[in-house]
């Protein structure tokens, strides 16, 4: 079954380009040209991945995404952005994007992010994108692992550091999964990409490096060991120094 994309976008020339190439691509495509008819259109249509602009004019795509989330809507979302600043991209993540691709774009990475997004959609982490990749973290019943004081429920997507409950976004769990799973092994920017996004976006991309900044900041408690470590020219490791 063809899936379904609504596309947000208030620039025409650049919305019905991208509706033809999506079309091409085999998506069934619903475009629409600001936050008001996307969110309209996603209360109506239930879309399997929503590609949403930045800046629309009235409400932005950053206000479609939060009103989402607010309802309980986990459709995954693509972010549209020209705007190039870490902060920004934070933003689009804290408002619960789950990617993002900066313009001008190439529309194959739109592809690839997509494809990426849609493997992920209903489905749990284990098999595809959670696999350990060394020595697996201890288990607990009914599909808990823990690691380095963290505790995750990959049934429930649900997440602690100690007593307290991790506030995830889709995107943010899987990352952490693939770390607690490979708690003390250092997995470098190549096996990351290609567990959680499918796709290597090659040595220029700072997708990774935002994730894990964002997840640093939900996980990182005052006088607490940090648990997320840079090992530098390589990629990253979860352990409790």
Not at 133 to 157: N, T
Not at 193 to 213: E, H, Q, T
Request: charged content about 25%; glycine content about 10%.
């Amino acid at each position: 079954m063809p899936q379904n994309v609504l596309l947000a976008e208030d620039d025409r020339a650049i919305r019905h380009a991208l509706e033809r190439a999506l079309a091409l691509e085999g998506y069934e495509v619903t475009a629409v040209a600001d936050g008001v008819e996307a969110l309209a259109q996603a209360h109506r249509t239930a879309p399997d991945v929503l590609v949403l602009d930045v800046m629309m004019p009235g409400i932005d795509g950053l206000q479609v995404c939060r009103v989402l989330r607010a309802e309980g809507n986990r459709t995954p979302i693509l972010m549209l952005t020209a705007l190039v600043e870490t902060a920004d991209r934070i933003a689009g993540l804290d408002a619960g994007a789950d990617d993002y691709v900066v313009k001008p774009f190439d529309v194959e990475e739109v592809f690839a992010r997509l494809r990426a997004l849609l493997r992920r959609t209903g489905t749990g982490t284990g098999a595809a994108y959670g696999a350990p990749v060394g020595v697996p973290a201890s288990k607990e019943p009914d599909g808990q692992i823990s690691a380095a004081g963290l505790r995750m429920d990959i049934q429930a997507r649900r997440a602690w550091r100690g007593p307290r409950e991790l506030e995830l976004t889709r995107t943010e769990f899987e990352l952490l999964e693939l770390l607690v799973r490979n708690s003390g092994i250092v997995l470098d920017h190549a096996t990351i990409y290609d567990r959680i996004w499918g796709y290597d976006f090659g040595p220029g991309s700072k997708n990774l490096a935002v994730y894990v900044g964002y997840l640093r900041r939900k996980l990182d408690e005052p006088g607490a060991p940090a648990l997320i470590h840079t090992v530098r020219g390589v990629g990253y490791v979860l352990r409790e120094d």
